[in-house]
Each structure stands twice: as structure tokens, then as C-alpha cells.
């Protein structure tokens, strides 16, 4: 299968259109000013769910996602011009990124791999600009046309001068933990450190600009009382604890020097012993619930990512049942936590740039890249949930696990040879019950990680048996329809009738834990009619019966 394929096989798994993909049958031909204006909503919505390029696809019915053989331009030549007919009318003169043509035994296929608009330009049809909401096109509300083009802009509101600002509104204190920070990131030049007075080192560092106060200086070394500077932004913190019932039971805020509090925060969080066995061991293995990396790269990447211009403060979420949340303002730049994990390189674009230099130069952060990747690797190696990422409606939420949770495949999985630190965290997906894509099943297949059909998935019995989880393989995979259908029968011939109610009582417990009462019920319905229409069985008067022979 090629990687087109294997797209369009992606693509027609999704079940339905997004805002990035399009289903069109085009059996004979298509409306060209329809497709510019499809070229613009895609190309907009895909730069808005920062994806590398959208999708519009001829030749597939969107309903049941049946091949019904587009004629759209069989000429080739004539289809590749119609990447120059479309720059004709587009901002800048953007066209398709390809167009890909498909021949299956069903029919042609066409798929239009439209790029997403750049950073800051969003892309128009003939002078008008579209967009989707859901599946439907439509001209591009104002939101998200603004969307858009704030991307563009170079001011980074970390690196504003506060003109009435002096060097009085910082924190000595936090000063002088900043030139000790300083010397640890730049061992070299420790004894010119220290022949440094404030104005030269805040220079150096980066922290100031030409002894201008900044608002990364308010933020990570002003005194208290001059977080006034930043308004209407904060640089509030907080921290709030819950109970078990997810009651607030304490909270406390935080503010300037960020510099200084991130150790206050740090020792808000109650990180107790936690106490496991592990196998093949004798002697309980401690470790405490939240490694401290952990805790510091996650508050660190708040500040250092958090949308200042959104006005909202940083939040911490402990909970009593052994979990923490970080929560911080902004769309998540990188394209997906899997993308970081795989790529473990830097990112190319700051929200912040000013900001997460000076936080590199206080050894704060660093910018190799490694940083949510290490997170990921703690947890693994200490068998506990991997952080969990959701970084939906303009926020980034964080949650980490401080416990071992049973019965749950992917910790245990990480003692298996040769998986890799992907394939552990799209197992990890699996588990949380979160949708795969085709490329994370087809990956866990491959691999023969996993069994069953979407969405009832399973862990494979050889990864069962390599974790000692026969048992519950069994029951997860519990009997097939061969095998149901059998007992059925069996029933018949010993009580010569039977109710649907009957075979419930003999197999709902039988079947796949995975599956809910409902389904397993459908899945006993749909066995009983598989026997009807082989005429091994009939109904009537509410019964089932053995069929005459």
C-alpha cells in the first residue's frame, strides 16, 4: 500500500468529514468556482487546526464512504493544469501541495492535498475568504479571520519595555537567585558574574534591553507590588488543592518574582511516598508520586507558553486521589504531543521568545527539545500513567498521574522488550479509550500489539502472555461468533426451544468485557439472524427453534 493510500485509508476511517477533509462524488465533472472556495475553507481550517495540509477527495460517496468512480478531468494533463487555474484566484497564488489520482478496481479516485494557509495570511477565493463550521462551508467569520492574521504579528509580548519601570520594581532577592542560576548555566564566566552590578548582569542575561525594563524582568524578578506593570495581564499562579470528592479544600495565589515562587508552589504540592512491589522483587520499591522534574518542567512550560494576552492566570490542580493538572492560556504550538515525543527537537516558533531565552539563561528551561519527551520516560519507567495532554479551546491542560493504576496494559507494557516509546503511548491511548487514528492501529498491528476491529480493540495475545495477563486477554477478547453460535445450538438441541432472554442468561458473560450490555446483546441478536438465514434455526411465537431437516 502507498503512503497515499494508506492517507485515504486514514482519511475514510474517520467515519465522517472534518473541517480539513471533504467527501465529493464528482462522477462526471465539478463546479470550478465550488473548488476554489473549497481550496480556501480547507486551507483556512486546516491552519487554524494546525494541520500540514486538508484534504478534498472526488470519487467517494460522504454518506457510506463508497467508491463511485470520478470522470473529473481524466486527462492528465488537464488535471494538473488546474493547479494554475486555482493560483489564478487565490491569495499569494496558492495552489494544491499535489493531486494525487487513485486507481482501484471500483474506480477512480482524486485527492487534493490543499496546503494550509501560512502563519498569519489567510487564503481567499476570488477576493472572498471561506471557511467550515462542522462540514458546512460558508464565508470565514470574523473570529477566526482575526485568528489568522494575529498570527502574523512580530509583537512579543514578553519583550515589551515598561518605560515607567526601573530597576527599584525588582526583587533583590530574586536577583540574586538569578545570578546563581546564571553561573550554572554559564560556569565559565562566574568571576565576571560577580564584578557584574545589576544593570550589567540583567543586560547579559537577557532579561532587560539596554537596561529597559521588560516585561519578562516584572514577570520573573519585579517585586510584588509591581506586578501592577503587566495589567490587564497577571502573573498570577495558583495553586488549589481537592479532596476525593473533587472538593476545594485549600488554594493560594502566587505572583511576582516568578523566579522565587516557583519554589513556594513547589512546596504547596504534597509529594508523599509512594510504595509498589515489583515483580520478580521481594522488597517494595518507593518513589515519590510526582518526580520532581516532573513538577518543574510542567510549571516551567506554563509560564514560558502561557498567552499573557488573554489576561487569565496558571493554574495547579492537586487532588487528593493522587493526580496533578497544570493549566495554562493558549492554542498548544507544536503540531501534537506525539510529534514532539517522535521529533525530540526544538521547536521553531515561541510564543514567548523573549521570555523562554531569559528562562533558558536562568536555567528555568532549556531548548532541546526533551523536555515533555523526559516527562514521558519518568512515568514509563516508574509504571505510571504517561501525562495526558488535552490542548483544546485555546488552553493547555496537563495531567499527571502519581500511582500505579491496575489493570491497565500500557504501564505494565513498558517492561516489554523492543516497544517503543510511541508504541507505548499509543498503547496508552488505547487503554484510556481514546480514538486512534489508521496510522496508530495500522502501527500497533504491525507490531501485533493489538487485536480486534475498530472501536473494539484489545491487547494481542503474545503481549499478553509477555506480561502474564492471559486471563484477562481471554476475558477481554472473550468467545467468538463461531463458537456463540455454537452454544446456541447446542442449547436447542438439548431444550428443543429457547427465548432470546435465554441465550442472554447463557452468554452476555461470555462475550468481550469491552463490549457494554447493549452491544452484547446486539451481538446475540445478530447471531441468532445468522443462523436463521442459514436455515439451521427459525422463530416463531416468540421462540426460536431448532429448523426441520
Known amino acids: 500500500m502507498t503512503e497515499i493510500e494508506i492517507k485515504l485509508q486514514e482519511l475514510i476511517e474517520q467515519g465522517y468529514e472534518t473541517e480539513t477533509t471533504e467527501f465529493k462524488e464528482a462522477k462526471n465533472g465539478y463546479d470550478f468556482n465550488k473548488i476554489g472556495k473549497y481550496f480556501s475553507a480547507l486551507s ?92 458546512e462551508l460558508q464565508p470565514l467569520n470574523i473570529e477566526k479571520l482575526e485568528r489568522i492574521r494575529n498570527q502574523i ?38 568571576q565576571d558574574i560577580d564584578n557584574w552590578n545589576d544593570e550589567v548582569f540583567l543586560n547579559k542575561a ?78 517494595p520499591e518507593e518513589v515519590e508520586q510526582y518526580d520532581p522534574y516532573i513538577i518543574r518542567e510542567a510549571l516551567n512550560n506554563c509560564i ?29 504550538i507544536p503540531q501534537s504531543i506525539e510529534q514532539v515525543v517522535i521529533n525530540d527537537t526544538p521547536e521553531t516558533r515561541y510564543r514567548n521568545p523573549f521570555l523562554a531565552n531569559a528562562m533558558v539563561n536562568l536555567d528555568m528551561i532549556d531548548t532541546i527539545g526533551s523536555g515533555i519527551r523526559k516527562m514521558f520516560v519518568i512515568q514509563k519507567n516508574k509504571y505510571f500513567p504517561l501525562p495526558d495532554y488535552d490542548t483544546t479551546n ?58 480486534g476491529r475498530k472501536p473494539n480493540f484489545h491487547i494481542s495475545a503474545s503481549i499478553a502472555q509477555a506480561i502474564g495477563e492471559e486471563s484477562n486477554y481471554i476475558k477481554q477478547r472473550g468467545i467468538d461468533d463461531e463458537y456463540c453460535q455454537k452454544i446456541i445450538m447446542d442449547y436447542l438441541k438439548k431444550f428443543k426451544e429457547g427465548t432470546k432472554t435465554n441465550f442472554e442468561k447463557v452468554l452476555l458473560e461470555k462475550l468481550p468485557d469491552f463490549l457494554n450490555n447493549d452491544q452484547k446483546r446486539n451481538r446475540i441478536k445478530n447471531n441468532l439472524q445468522v443462523l436463521r438465514k442459514m436455515s439451521k434455526i427459525k422463530f416463531k411465537n416468540r421462540k426460536w427453534y431448532l429448523a426441520q431437516t
Open 153 to 190: 504579528s512580530l509583537v512579543d509580548w514578553s519583550v515589551k519595555i515598561i518605560e515607567d519601570a526601573t530597576l527599584e520594581d525588582l526583587s533583590q532577592d530574586a536577583i540574586l537567585l538569578a545570578r546563581k542560576a546564571f553561573k550554572i548555566k554559564n560556569p565559565k564566566l562566574k
Open 394 to 451: 485555546q488552553k493547555v491542560k496537563m495531567k499527571v498521574i502519581g500511582k500505579i493504576i491496575d489493570m491497565n496494559y500500557a504501564y505494565k507494557l513498558a517492561t516489554v522488550d523492543n516497544l517503543t516509546l510511541i508504541e507505548i503511548i499509543t498503547l496508552d491511548k488505547l487503554v484510556k479509550q481514546k480514538d486512534l487514528s489508521y496510522l496508530e492501529v495500522k502501527l500497533l498491528k504491525d507490531k501485533n500489539l493489538i487485536e
Open 304 to 332: 514560558a507558553h502561557q498567552d499573557y494576552t488573554l489576561g487569565g492566570g496558571i493554574v495547579i490542580v492537586e487532588n487528593e486521589e493522587g493526580h496533578l493538572q497544570f493549566y495554562n492560556n493558549g492554542e498548544f
Open 44 to 135: 483556512n481550517e486546516a491552519n487554524l487546526n494546525r494541520q500540514n495540509s486538508a484534504w478534498l477527495v472526488f470519487g467517494i460517496r460522504d454518506k457510506d464512504k463508497v467508491i463511485v468512480n470520478t470522470q473529473f478531468r481524466k486527462d492528465s494533463s488537464s488535471l494538473n493544469s488546474l493547479k494554475g487555474e486555482i493560483a489564478r484566484h487565490t491569495t499569494n497564488n496558492i495552489t494544491f501541495k499535489e493531486i494525487h489520482v487513485i486507481d482501484k478496481n471500483e474506480g477512480r479516485i482524486i485527492l487534493f492535498e490543499i496546503p494550509a494557509a501560512p502563519q498569519g495570511i489567510p487564503i481567499a477565493w476570488k477576493g472572498h475568504y471561506y471557511g467550515r463550521n462542522g462540514e
Open 206 to 283: 537577557k532579561v532587560t534591553i539596554k537596561s529597559k525594563i521588560t516585561n519578562t524582568a516584572i514577570l520573573l524578578l519585579g517585586k510584588p507590588e509591581s506586578e501592577y506593570f503587566l495589567s490587564p495581564s497577571t502573573s498570577k499562579i495558583t495553586w488549589i488543592l481537592k479532596d476525593r470528592d473533587n472538593l476545594e479544600k485549600d488554594y493560594e495565589h502566587f505572583y511576582c518574582p516568578v523566579l522565587l515562587n516557583i519554589t513556594q508552589i513547589y512546596s504547596k504540592i504534597r509529594n508523599l511516598k509512594y510504595r509498589y512491589m515489583i515483580e520478580n522483587s521481594i522488597f
